[in-house]
Structures are given as structure tokens and as C-alpha cells.
């Protein structure tokens, strides 16, 4: 035999031991006549060997990602195996050398396949009757790489064959050993054993399992704990630190005296190392992660495990963006603020404790112009597996949409006349609009009073908070004392279709984040009508995340920037991923929304329902109160120039009214949006404020402040169709009225509704002439006085005085009639004398209805 073939020949019998030792073929009393194996078997055994596939390649390690706060704070790790891939120098020597004494002595001596170690192992049993493992370590890295490979993959076939017991898989797994051999050194081989090894207790890794078991890094171990981690990897599920520490600490001393042995460590060493308990060495880490449950904000981390889902950046669905984030490595810093979560978390507690029976509060906190998510919070505990949510337990977020692990949120209330702020500025009405509205705090509405698609089925009663407020009043003192009935009618002027239009381009959606504008069912959509009621009075639902994002697109002077809790993204290797975050966009007009903001700040006002809520240091802010009916959710929304908060107390599972009720210990016979919600608001507001320029709100131009009120043409004595011609020329739309007695030709305009000057777009009713002229009554008669004759005397006489009275001829008064229609329908025309503004405020307070 030539010397050519030994290395080749060596290889196969260390080969065959190893899988023989491996399988169990050599056992207690059988040996298995290797001198037979020659010949024809031999040539057989050597062509099978060398026809096996070689070709090894390893998988980035499936390994934690961790979350941060804005603040560089741990706020999470989810994963599916709790690993932290660290480098070799990362690792205590004593780490090395414990599980190189007993896994693998030679290791830096052998190819790949030990067969000393292997002979070793074969006495071992044939003497003891044991089946002892002769496994090199590079064969050991193979096999765990196999298996992480095939999990990786969701393979579970491949997942199984790879610790399967047999002489072919064993065979594959020791050509793969040779090749790892050759492309990898010794170091390299040895960090990715121990970055791949199960410590037990769901610890992969060493860096995991020191963190886990010891509460330190890989880096810092003892020789007492080396030894014990490195003692476990032979059967983790028996040998659990957690559960089994007696059997650990047995295992662990074989492991010191084998050191001891191999002269990595001296016996003074070893005997200290052994003098510890491992009970008493252990520091096991509770909140490490893995699931939300686990976070130190289990509502944020879900909130934002929910977003990375539909970030397109990390996979093509939703579970292969998963699967990144659970197994990449990830290094995700959020948008979140940890001090002001803290300050929220504490504001809301102390208004509506923890425990408080039928009520909850959350609020959320968002960045104008940016969309950043700086804290959201609420007052219940995260708990899993509840069969039945309660006000101080829930595994729902009330502060995000169904969508993002959210409730389907709660009616917002009055908050929701901001958006017909809105509406009617763009429709042009001035600032200072008068909006003639039925006198009394209520008023009855019909359907044909609004738009067809944005009405109610039935006559509407709206009736305001307080008992006094209501009539006609300038829009600025409707929005200061938030007066229903005003409210009402300024839909139905301008419009009511236009107001879910400005919700869904300021981005607010319901509570399952569909937006305004479009209702589905089943994900299609069906129809474009909504209850004037929701639009007005806020009867709908959302969640304080969607409704402070829609007060920052004013605060941002018109800008929507989508909420946003993502800051950045790093790769296991350290590289920034490129994310794209959702795009802002101007959906409002700069001008309208500095009036909006401006007619928003007035609540802030002496009178105002949000008066109380001046913040501290005297900042400017603008704010929306809230409250549903029977008092059962209430609200407060407001902004600076550089900070949006929404907050929420109300009935979290089942709506309860807020009146006569005692909360965190006060006393309430009403709950409004100002009794609690707003100084939650103050408070947060003024903390988080504290270190920020004071900014002022930009004043609206002209044009918003006097609005787009154009001059009315005189089509007077006009054909209908001429009349509308010019009309809509003018920028109005026109329609014909009743006909009407008229000095015009029969058939022309006889007058329009109404006159002057009206906003652009406003329907101008043409009441067309009869032909009949208006009846005139005849003068009154006159009467003509006739003094008493001279009398005759012989003195001069006297001048004669007559008073101004009786020398006057009372003149004849003609009243000019109005013209009459002939129809007995309330269009009938009004007089043009304008009536004067009030320069008084009504009685009474309009509430937040």
C-alpha cells in the first residue's frame, strides 16, 4: 500500500469509528471485525465516502433583535431563538477551555475527526457498557448548523434528518466536518459552536445563556459558571440550571476536574470553583424578551411589532417581515421618548387609578411634522390570556387602531368639530362668520337639511351641554363654548359631505383604521354616506393615536405625516437599513389651517370650555374638548407648535354614563372633556414642554380671515336661463324658487336669495315674476284744517299764531308691500336689512355636547 493512500485510509477508518461510536454499533461486548472491512467492501466503503456531497455552507445565525427607546433605552428583544451572536474575543477564556475540556480536548490538533478521541470512546463502552460520544466539536457545529438551516427554513424533515441517528446521515455529516475543516480555522469553527449551542431554558448561545442564567456577558464568566454552562450542552433538557441545579452542579465539577486534568486550571483553582453552589450562582433574567408580554412596554412593543409587520423594507408579507425581525439581529430604535411615557403613564394613573371600577384613560403623544410616535399609555396592566378584558387588565392597546393591536377605539365627541372648522374655512366662510341658527339650546334638524349622503334618517334633535347657549352667534363664539346646535347648522350651510373629506386627508380613520370617505364591508367598499351626527358631534370612534395625529396636521400647518414609531433600522453587521418613512403631505391649505388653529386657541380663553388648561410657563396652545352623549367617553385634544397629545377617560369595555361617579377618589356629577382628560393634558403637556423654544401660531391672511365672499350679480328681470348663466359665471350655483307678484315681465327674475354678497359656491335661489304686480293700498285719506273767520274789532289787530301742527298738511303714507308668494313653503323671501352683531356673549355655556 502506498504511502499516497494513508491519509485517505485513516480518514475512512476515523469515519467509521466515529459514526460507528456515533450510532452505537460499539457497544458493551461487541466489536465489530474492522480487519474484515477489506477488499471489495473497503473500495465500496472508499468510492460511497468520496461521492458524498462536501459542500458546507453556514447560515447567518437566527438570533435577537432588540428595540429601543429614542433615548437609547432596552425597551424589547423579540426572537424566536433567544441568541446574541458575539464574537470569540467576546467570550471568557475559561468559557473556551471548559467546553474545549469536556467536548473536545484536541480540538486545536485534529482535522475534523478525532480518532484518538474516537478510539478513546470505543473502549470507554466496550469496557463500561456505555455509549459515550466521540463527536468532535467541528462535527458537533455541523450538525447544529444543519438544524438551524433546516428551522430557518421551516423544514421540519430537514430539521429531523439532521440529528438523526444513522450511519448515513452520521457519513454526511463528517464529509461536511473535513470540508469545514479546510475553509474555516479552528477559531472560527469554535466561536460558531458556541454562538449555535442550547444552553436549556430557551438560552441559545453563550452570550444568551450567560445573560440568561448569570445576568452578565460572555465575556465576564467565572471558571465556576464556564463550567457549568459548558456542562449542560451534553442533555440541556435534564441538565436545566433553572429546574435541575443539583444535577447541574454534579455535572459541573466533572467538567472542573477535567480542566484540572488538562492543566487549563490548578487545583487551588478548581477547588474554588467548586466550593459554589450553583443555586446560589445563578441570577436568572426574568423580562428578557421574546414576546411583548416580556417588554418593559408591553402596549408600545406589540403597537410597534405590529408596524414593522407592514414595513415593506423587511420582507414581501407580513410573516417573512417577521421572521426577519425575530430571528435578523435587528437593532430597531423607535420615535419613543421613555421620560415623557413615564410622565403620561403617571398622569393618567394619578387622575384614574389602576383598579378604578368601570372606567380607564389613555393618550397619545405625536410629533408635528414629523409623525413621530413619542409616547402612547394607558392605565390598565398587560396581561395574556385573559378570557375577559377588565379596566385594569387588557391585552388591548386603547391608544392604536384594531389594526395595530388595538380596540376599535371610542367616540370622539365634540373633538370632531375641528374638521368642520376645517370645511367650512376651505369653502371660504370668514373667520368671523354669523351662523343663523334657531334661537333655544336645541334645535330640531331634518334630513333634507343636509346632504343626501351625510344626513339622518329621522328628524335630529341636538340639543347643546348647558341650558341657555344656542341662536345665532359668529362661528369664533361657537367654537369657544363648542355649541351643538351652531354646529349643526354650519354643516348643512356649507355642506356636511365636505367634513369626512377633511377627516380622511388629516388622517383620521375609525377605530379599525379604515378611513373617512369610503365604508367597507369585508374589505370592499359599499357606499359613501355617513350619519351627519358622526361627522358633527363625533357619535364615531377612534383612538387617541389617529386623533392627536389629526390636530398635529394643524399644528404642522396643514401637513400629515402618518404616525411613525420607527427611527432607524440596523442589520446584525452593523449596517443602516434604508427604510423609507410614510410620506408627509400637505393636505391643508397653510392659511386655513393658521385660522383653524387660530378659532382653536379661543377655547383657551376666559369663557372658553378648555380655559383652565393655559399651560403653565404661558405658551401658546390650541385645544378641542369632548364629550359624548349621557357623559359616557370624554376628551381633550390640543397642540403646541411643536407637540400634539389626545387623551381619553371614559368606558373602556362597556359604556357607562360619567355622572354622579367618584374617580381616583373625587367626586364628579358630570364628567366633561375638561374635568379630567384636560388637566391629564395640561400636565403631560406642561412636562414635556419645559425645555422647548416658545413658539407662537402664524396669523391666517386676509383671505381666511374675511373668507371668499363674492358679489351677488343682478340678474333682475332676466330670463331663468340667462340668469343662471351669469350666475354661475359669478362662481354661485343657481336654482329656481317659487314664482312671486313682481312689477317683471312674467317669466324673468323677479329677485334673488339671497342678495349682495355670498360666499363662492353658494346656491342662489331665483324666484321668478308671476306677472302680477304687488298690490298697492290706496293713500290714506287727507283732511284739510280751515280756521275760524277774523273777528271784527276797532283795535289793531294782533298777529295770528298758528302752531307748526295746524299749518301741517298730514301726508299721505304709502306702505310698500314685500312680495308675496304664492306658495306655502318656508322659502319665502327675507328682507335684506342686515341685523346687527352681538357684541355680547349669550348666556348660558354650550358645553362640549
Sequence with gaps: MSDSRMPHLLRLLGAFLAVSVGIGLVGAGVVIPLAGATGGAAKSTATGFNELDDEFTANPLAQQSKIYSADGKLLATPYDANRIVVPLSKISPWM????????????????????????RALVSNASSGQTQGGSSITQQYVKLMLQEKAIRNDDQEAAEAAVEVSYSRKLQELKYALNVEKTHTKDQILNGYLNLAFYGDQAYGVEAAAKHFFSKSAKDLTIAESAALAGVVQSPSVLNMRTNPEAVQER???????????????????????????????????????????????????????????????????????????????????????DWQKELKEELTDRVPQGTERFGSAAAMIEPGTGKVRAIAQTSKYKVGLKKATTSYSEQAWTVPAQYGGTNGFAIGSTAKMFAIVAALEKGMPMDATINTPSGSQATFMPKDFDPKCTTGFPWEVANAENGAGGTMTLAQATKMSVNTVFAQLASDMGSCRIPKVMAKMGLSDGYGLPYGLNYNDGKKVKDDYAVSNLVLGSDSSTPLQLASAYATLAAEGKYCPPNPIESITTAKGKKMKIKPPPCKQVVDKGIARGATDLLTNTM?????????????????????????????????????????????????????????????????????????????K?????????????????????????????????????????????????????????????????????????GRALKGTTVTMYISNGVPPYT????????????????????????STSSSSRSTSKSSTSSSKPKSTSKTSDKPKTNTPKPKRTTRPSGDGGDG
Design 96 to 119: 473556551r477551555k471548559a467546553q474545549l475540556a469536556i467536548e473536545d480536548s484536541r480540538f486545536y490538533e485534529h482535522g475534523g475527526i478525532d480518532v484518538r478521541g474516537t478510539m
Design 252 to 338: 459541573r465539577d466533572v467538567v472542573i476536574d477535567r480542566m484540572q486534568q488538562l492543566g487549563m486550571i490548578d487545583a487551588e483553582q478548581a477547588q474554588k470553583a467548586k466550593a459554589k453552589d450553583v443555586e446560589d450562582m445563578l441570577k436568572i433574567k426574568q423580562n428578557e424578551g421574546g414576546t411583548c408580554s416580556k417588554a418593559v412596554d408591553p402596549y408600545f412593543c406589540n403597537y410597534v411589532i405590529q408596524y414593522l409587520r407592514q414595513m415593506p423594507e423587511l420582507g414581501p408579507d407580513p410573516d417573512a417581515r417577521m421572521q426577519a425581525v425575530n430571528t435578523g439581529g435587528f437593532t430597531i430604535k423607535t420615535t419613543l421618548r421613555r
Design 605 to 681: 380663553e376666559p369663557g372658553g370650555t378648555a380655559a383652565s388648561m393655559v399651560l403653565d410657563d404661558g405658551r401658546q396652545a390650541a385645544a378641542k374638548t369632548g364629550t359624548t352623549d349621557n357623559n359616557k367617553q370624554s376628551w381633550f385634544a390640543g397642540f403646541t407648535p411643536q407637540l400634539a397629545t389626545a387623551v381619553w377617560v371614559g368606558s373602556p369595555i362597556r359604556e357607562y354614563e360619567m355622572t354622579g361617579v367618584n374617580i381616583g377618589g373625587q367626586y364628579y356629577g358630570k364628567v366633561y372633556g375638561g374635568t379630567i382628560a384636560g388637566p391629564i393634558w
Design 683 to 755: 400636565g403631560i403637556m406642561n412636562e414635556a414642554s419645559e425645555d422647548m423654544p416658545k413658539k407662537k401660531f402664524k396669523k391666517p391672511g386676509d383671505k381666511v380671515v374675511n373668507g371668499d365672499m363674492r358679489k351677488i350679480p343682478d340678474v333682475g328681470g332676466m330670463g331663468p336661463t340667462q340668469a343662471e348663466e351669469k350666475l354661475k359665471k359669478a362662481g354661485f350655483k343657481a336654482k329656481v324658487g317659487d314664482q312671486v307678484n313682481s312689477h317683471a315681465q312674467a317669466g324673468a327674475v323677479a329677485y334673488t336669495q339671497p342678495q
Design 777 to 800: 293700498p290706496p293713500p290714506s285719506p287727507t283732511s284739510t284744517y280751515t280756521p275760524p273767520p277774523p273777528v271784527t274789532t276797532t283795535q289793531q289787530p294782533r298777529p295770528t
